[in-house]
């Protein structure tokens, strides 16, 4: 016997993959509240209403299984009487719906990443354009993400971005530093930038790269402490933007810059248009003209074609670039992307021994800048309390991918959201603890 949940008339909206999808989840749950609905996000299994939204992720098979799997999960919950309708978006649902709507038939509507006025409709709300910038955020109140653009014309052979995505759109300046001030009001004081390729941002609308442009307006704003770039793309970076991080003290020094590889051979069947020596010299460029810039990169090993060679390339690389961040992914085939006409012939086991050889290597370095920074004052911000830990960040971090700065909170009082001179006392790989600088 089927039972109608408790929890009538609420919206609950699951969030997976990248900070994109969290920053379209908050876009749309602004819509919804504008529009006189109940809505939460990710709420706990005895308060997640009876209406819920899943914003899918389809970048690589790690996050399709999950995206599949919490589809599987709320699709039976729909079956078992425990909500009453389930709705999908998102970057999944844009690059399979035909197949999902074959194979998950009670699911009650698929939506693509550009459809929210239909998703709204499904959802008895209208989409107000006069909302702009207006969302629900779903981070700490101390930061937010801003996307300055969606979309991507690179032709990276690997990335089903594109696909998904759709070419690169720049949001005009305008609405931008409108949207910044809204999230200053509310109390955000660190922006995080965000965008398939921000080095791309402004080409499409004023026939330049705009990035630093952009950067002054948005470092004007009061309130705004703290402004971080996310996802730049190694040829074509527009070098201004260094000048302006290093004389303004509201820009992070901190870049999240996506490498992937380094062997010239990879980047050429990559499609990435740069080569070792370019990408080596740009690295070197960024050092020079901001000294103290924490450079967080990623890597993919096992692409088509990678040897023992090729990788052995790799490794030196990381060894002697002495990356501050890096992460490292394992291939993935991905259908109608240019690599996926390539035979994927480094096997599973060997694509995550790889990646373990990496992270060891990245651990170790890690481990030795941190212990550079015990007995140095930081500013750090607060993000939360968590167990017996006040959790900070310095500017050299960022949420959930980077370093935390962790402070007793047993003998130390904060307040999260806000910023403190934090002294380091103790390092590990991928933890800073700390105490609060008396005043």
Not at 27 to 45: C, D, F, I, S, Y
Not at 90 to 95: A, D, N
Not at 302 to 319: A, C, H, N, R, S
Not at 363 to 374: A, F, M
């Amino acid at each position: 016997m089927r039972t109608k949940s408790l929890k009538k008339n609420t919206i609950n909206v699951v969030t997976l993959g990248c900070s994109k999808n969290v920053y379209d989840s908050e876009v749309l749950m602004g819509q919804l509240k504008a529009n006189g609905k109940t809505v939460t996000h990710e709420a706990p299994e005895k308060e997640e209403g009876n209406i819920i939204v899943i914003n899918t992720c389809g970048f690589i098979d790690n996050a399709k299984e999950e995206s599949i799997n919490t589809i599987l999960n709320y699709a039976q919950k729909k079956e078992d009487g425990l909500v009453d309708k389930v709705f999908v978006t998102g970057c999944l649902s844009e690059r399979y719906k035909p197949d999902l709507q074959k194979e998950i038939p009670n699911i009650d509507q698929f939506f693509g990443t550009t459809e929210l006025p239909q998703l709204l409709k499904a959802l008895g709300a209208d989409y107000k354009h006069e909302l702009l910038g207006e969302r629900v955020t779903t981070t700490p109140k101390n930061y937010a993400y801003l996307k300055i653009a969606e979309g991507c014309d690179r032709p990276c052979s690997f990335c089903a971005i594109p696909i998904m995505r759709g070419k690169h759109v720049s949001q005009p300046i305008e609405k931008l530093v409108a949207e910044a001030k809204g999230l200053a009001q509310n109390g955000v004081k660190e922006l995080i930038l965000i965008a398939q390729d921000l080095t791309y941002y402004g080409l499409d609308l004023y026939k330049k790269r705009n990035l630093a442009e952009l950067l002054e307006k948005l470092a004007a704003i009061d309130g705004i402490e703290w402004i971080r770039l996310h996802y730049a793309f190694p040829t074509g970076f527009p070098m201004d933007v260094l000048d302006l991080m290093k004389k303004e003290p509201k820009i992070c020094n901190y870049l999240d810059i996506p490498l992937q590889h380094i062997s010239d051979k990879i980047l050429k069947s990559m499609k990435r248009g740069t080569t070792y020596d370019k990408t080596t010299q740009l690295i070197k460029d960024f050092r020079e003209r901001v000294p103290d810039m924490a450079i967080r990169t990623t890597l993919i090993v096992g692409y088509p074609g990678e040897t023992e060679e090729d990788f052995q390339i790799l490794k030196d690389w990381v060894q002697d670039m002495r990356f501050e961040r890096l992460g490292c992914f394992t291939y993935s085939h991905e259908e109608n992307t240019g690599a996926y006409e390539l035979v994927d012939d480094v096997p599973d086991d060997i694509k995550q021994e790889r990646a373990n050889e990496i992270m060891e290597i990245q651990s170790q370095i890690s481990w030795e800048l941190n212990q550079e920074k015990i007995g140095q004052t930081y500013k750090c911000i607060i993000d939360r309390k968590e167990g017996g830990h006040f959790v900070g960040r310095t500017e050299f971090d960022s949420p959930d991918v980077d370093n935390e700065v962790l402070i007793d909170a047993s003998q130390y009082y904060l307040k999260t959201g806000d910023f403190a001179q934090i002294k380091i006392i103790d390092a590990t790989e991928f933890d800073l603890y700390g105490e609060p600088v008396k005043k």
